[in-house]
């Protein structure tokens, strides 16, 4: 762990100047401030709350089922064989198998879960917050604001979209509190905007883009692909979780090659990968549609679906409306199901 003293730059850093936000250095910066290890002291310092597996069969008392004595014994060998595979088509379909086991298992606790988040994970996300700030100002010595209020906005997607999707009434909560402690107001109004994302029934229909020459570069790129759900990847080839997410998710795409129902586009920009990383990289992962776009139309996209970290998500429908709710490839995959349900209906 770097000694405090390390972060004493920080204070020369104009962390509450909005200006700083437009900096192409920033997503690296706010990457590698939030999870630095200045920060680790937000996890000890949790209180000691019980596992799922713990509430549901001693807190509560109640008795597993045979399913449940699988499901437990299937995610301990799984998790033991993840250890031991090091392909990237080993581990996805090991994923998979956790993933359909958890869901199984989610589905037939479904009331306690939630009871299990309301009683432990509300307070921990509180908590976490809490500690956060008190390291920001009394550790880094650094005043609350601008990127203070960054670091807490981020978690929203995952919050929201993920964590908390099935919590409406805490999230409410959560953005009650924000609309009264973060300082800037665009920041509230982004966070009200990502409730809104996954909440509002009005807002999770799909939308179409405004008539603009940022939509017009846009949808020449996902015109080949007219009639699909398009799940187009913001990425860059310096971007540790862009690759990683790509990589585990080679055989997804696999599973859809020459879909009639799916395509997945992928971008970046000129400055963002190197052509010669980029070459090597699409090639070993034997990436499709493909493209580099000028710096300039990268900011346009930016600006056009409303992000500044990556990788970021856009899916297309068919008629080449924007979806929401999307919050990476796993995610999508869920949701395909889903949305060619739906079309059966």
Known sequence: MLPTEFFGFL???????QQILSSKSFSGFINRLEHSSVFSDSYRHQPSTNTLEQYLFEELGLSKTPDDVKHF??????????QLDSTNDGRQKIFEKINE???????????????YQRKYLELSYLNEWRIKDSIYTNVLKLKLGCVSDMIKTRELVFMFGQSMKDNEEFSKKILAILDKSLHEKFLKQEAKRLFDKYFSPEVQTAYELP???????????????????????????????CVSEIKDSKAIRESHKDSKDV???????AKESPLEQYNKFIEEQGLEHTYIVSELDYFSFRQLFAFNGIPHYVVVDREGRILNNITGMYNFENELKTLLENEKQ
């Open 263 to 269: 395509a997945f586009v992928f971008i970046t920009g």
């Open 211 to 241: 008539d603009t020459e940022e939509t017009a570069a846009f949808k020449k790129i996902i015109e080949p692909f007219k009639g699909k759900y398009i799940l187009v990847d913001f990425w860059a080839t310096w971007c540790g979780p």
């Open 11 to 17: 204070k020369d850093v104009p962390v509450n100047n």
């Open 73 to 82: 014994k299937d995610i301990d060998s799984l998790n033991k064989q993840l």
């Open 101 to 115: 086991s958890e869901q199984a298992f989610a589905l037939r606790y479904k009331k306690h879960i939630k009871d």
